[in-house]
């Protein structure tokens, strides 16, 4: 699995129109550990248990994450399957 930034948390949270309380309800982590989380642009501080509760809820409320391919990372709604 692919470490996630900062700046994907905060993009993913803003797709999914959630506050930083919701992320924290959703992932079972603290308000304060989201907050740490989005602070750098770059890899977060988290503890790899943190960040992959953060990443579990984002993805399955229909986030992807984007790794480096040249054009940067990045976040996205998962397509639908059909």
Known sequence: ?????????RAARALLRWS?????????VGVATVSRAEVEDGATSLTS?????????LESAGIE????NGSGVGVRFKRPIL
Do not use: C, H, Y
């Not at 699995?1 to 948390?9: D, H, L, S």
């Open 20 to 28: 930083a309380k919701d992320l924290a309800k959703e992932a079972g």
């Open 49 to 57: 248990a943190n960040l992959r509760a953060i990443r579990q809820a």
């Open 65 to 68: 994450f984007i790794p480096e």
């Open 1 to 9: 699995m692919n470490e996630i930034t900062g700046a994907q948390v």
